[in-house]
């Protein structure tokens, strides 16, 4: 069973910066999609970011120009980077990654912006 675990979470200002990391287990294979997703305390889980395998991304529009997702393929990590923090990004943030019909999910790293 692939886990993916996420990390760099914590507590920012608003107006910091944050990077967070997600690493599987497994490296013996490649993941199509990668992506971050966030919910916020009452609110549904959201797409953040998401990058496909050949380096298409996409954003959530509240975190362009904001936040930048990036991946290395070769140890199936997949980063993102967050400046410009707001107090609204506070969440836990989880990854996501796909490959061939199976979803996978950590369990989420929390991120709290102080305003």
């Known amino acids: 069973q692939v886990q993916l675990v996420e ?4 507590l920012v200002q608003a107006g910091g ?14 993941f199509g999609s990668m992506a971050w997703y966030r919910q916020a305390p009452g609110k ?26 990036s991946r290395d393929n070769a140890k199936n990590m ?12 506070t969440a836990d943030y989880y990854c996501w990654a796909w490959r061939l019909g199976m979803n996978y999910w950590g369990t989420g790293t929390l991120v709290t912006v102080s305003a």
């Open 7 to 10: 990390s760099g979470g914590g």
């Open 44 to 69: 549904q889980r959201e797409l953040v970011a998401s990058m496909t395998s050949g380096g298409t991304t996409n954003y959530a529009d509240s975190v362009k120009g904001r936040f930048t997702i």
């Open 78 to 89: 997949v980063y993102l980077r967050m400046n410009s923090l707001k107090p609204e990004d």
């Open 17 to 30: 910066s944050l990077r967070l990391s997600c690493a599987a287990s497994e490296t013996r294979f490649s």
